[in-house]
């Protein structure tokens, strides 16, 4: 019997700048959303939040359409308590914002998670609740070592479906190069190259997925 070549999981990541958007905008892009999620965020009061938010459903509605799904697809969106947020459609995403950048992360052929953080002062050291002794003694006092050790913990957690801060110490990150270990298995984590300011990182179960990623300007999400 001839075995057929096994196919490689493809993901693609689109990132964008934070933007901030009109009232009217902001209305347009809220009314694409299910009334649940809509209601959700119409509800907090941090309009930076909520503009963050809304960019992250337009770099998934991108994602989207190359695929060929209409832009209602968007209204099949489900945030559940707990979980990874949800598409009625064959195919897995993920979503992250911080400081001045915004990224969505898409599958068609596997579980996928997706983080990115804006290098700050913090290290390794304020959270040793999360990272290990190896984990910490590598990071040191580098901002972006630690931010390197965090988002791989936190793609790996999202493509888990376990995403919070309870599963983040158990994500070892010290597994191999871009490996992490994790819910018994090891996981693939990619860093993104988000520029001096940013470090983000995007994890898949299959260990040898091709992952592309591409950088969109503000007005490619109209």
């Given at each position: 019997m001839r075995l057929l070549p096994r196919r490689l999981m493809s993901v693609s990541v689109l990132s964008t700048c934070e933007s901030e958007l009109s009232p009217s905008l902001e209305c347009e892009w809220l009314n694409?959303?299910?009334?649940?999620?809509?209601?959700?965020?119409?509800?907090?009061?941090?309009?930076?939040?909520?503009?963050?938010?809304?960019?992250?459903?337009?770099?998934?509605?991108?994602?989207?359409?190359?695929?060929?799904?209409?832009?209602?697809?968007?209204?099949?969106?489900?945030?559940?308590?707990r979980s990874r947020p949800t598409l009625e459609l064959p195919l897995q995403f993920s979503l992250s914002h911080c400081d001045g950048r915004v990224v969505c992360a898409l599958s068609t052929g596997g579980p996928v998670g997706v983080d990115v953080e804006a290098l700050g002062s913090l290290h390794a050291s304020d959270f040793a609740l999360y990272l290990n002794a190896a984990e910490r003694a590598w990071a040191g006092l580098s901002a972006r070592r630690f931010c390197a050790v965090w988002t791989r913990k936190e793609a790996v957690a999202k493509a888990a479906g376990t995403a919070g801060l309870p599963s983040l110490p158990a994500v070892d990150t010290t597994a191999g190069p871009r490996r992490a270990a994790f819910a018994g298995q090891l996981w693939r984590t990619e860093p993104l190259a988000l520029g001096a300011g940013h470090v983000g990182h995007v994890a898949t179960a299959d260990l040898d997925a091709a992952v592309t990623l591409e950088h969109l300007p503000a007005e490619a999400l109209l």
């Open positions: 694409a959303l299910p009334p649940a999620r809509r209601a959700q965020i119409g509800r907090w009061p941090m309009r930076r939040d909520r503009h963050r938010s809304l960019v992250a459903s337009r770099l998934l509605l991108a994602q989207l359409r190359r695929l060929g799904h209409p832009a209602g697809a968007l209204a099949t969106l489900h945030y559940p308590p």
